[in-house]
T-cell receptor
Framework: DAMVIQNPRYQVTQFGKPVTLSCSQT?????MYWYQQKSSQAPKLLFH???????NEADTPDNFQSRRPNTSFCFLDIRSPGLGDAAMYLC?????????????FGSGTQLSVL | GENVEQHPSTLSVQEGDSAVIKCTYS??????FPWYKQELGKGSQLIID?????GEKKDQRIAVTLNKTAKHFSLHITETQPEDSAVYFC???????????????FGKGTHLIIQP
């Protein structure tokens, strides 16, 4: 009964080869976030969707894009991965009713760049 | 923007003892402070949170304290058990009543090790 599902758990890509990470949710939350977490560092917000509205963090590189085709799915596209993009990518959701700040995280996708 | 500092980065305690993790934040407008537990291979889970209108909140063995003047908040775990071993993240955000969603700013995490 996983609520925020990220696939795959581990992803290996080559330097410069586009890669897509996926996230799905069964919570019907209207907000979905993507975080990047490098080893021994804090999760860093890349961007989030509030319904269909895309909100990019100011320091998120252009190399990172996102798509949200419907409420349940959100994708993270890395157009030309560099070695520095190797990290754990975390998807999270929240909703704007009640305790809207509470985040529900997926188990993450560990991205390796060769 | 907000900056959250978390200490220590690693904390080892004997089973049954208490553990305390401390965080400071920089933006005085922040008013929501959650703590997340990240276990290997699992998604992070919210374990407790506190809002700026209270100074302390407790849930069984877990408590959080907030000092708005000093801009710091702490996680307290009493009677630690092996299953408490995990990485704990503090975070801060500004909860807006008018709608809109703001991402959390996280600390770097504390690896809590419970020694049997």
């Amino acid at each position: 009964d996983a609520m925020v599902i990220q696939n795959p758990r581990y992803q290996v890509t080559q330097f410069g080869k586009p890669v897509t990470l996926s996230c799905s949710q069964t919570l019907n939350h209207n907000v979905m976030y993507w975080y990047q977490q490098k080893s021994s560092q804090a999760p860093k917000l890349l961007f989030h969707y509030y319904d269909k509205d895309f909100n990019n963090e100011a320091d998120t590189p252009d190399n990172f894009q996102s798509r949200r085709p419907n409420t349940s799915f959100c994708f993270l596209d890395i157009r030309s991965p560099g070695l520095g993009d190797a990290a754990m990518y975390l998807c999270a959701t929240s909703w704007t009713g009640g305790v809207r700040e509470k985040l529900f995280f997926g188990s993450g996708t560990q991205l390796s760049v060769l | 923007g907000e900056n959250v500092e978390q200490h220590p980065s690693t904390l080892s305690v004997q089973e049954g003892d208490s553990a305390v993790i401390k965080c400071t934040y920089s933006d005085s407008a922040s008013n929501y402070f959650p703590w997340y537990k990240q276990e290997l291979g699992k998604g992070s889970q919210l374990i407790i949170d506190i809002r700026s209108n209270v100074g302390e909140k407790k849930d069984q063995r877990i408590a959080v304290t907030l000092n708005k003047t000093a801009k710091h908040f702490s996680l307290h775990i009493t009677e630690t058990q092996p299953e408490d071993s995990a990485v704990y993240f503090c975070a801060a955000s500004i909860a807006r009543s008018g709608g809109g969603a703001d991402g959390l700013t996280f600390g770097k995490g504390t690896h809590l090790i419970i020694q049997p």
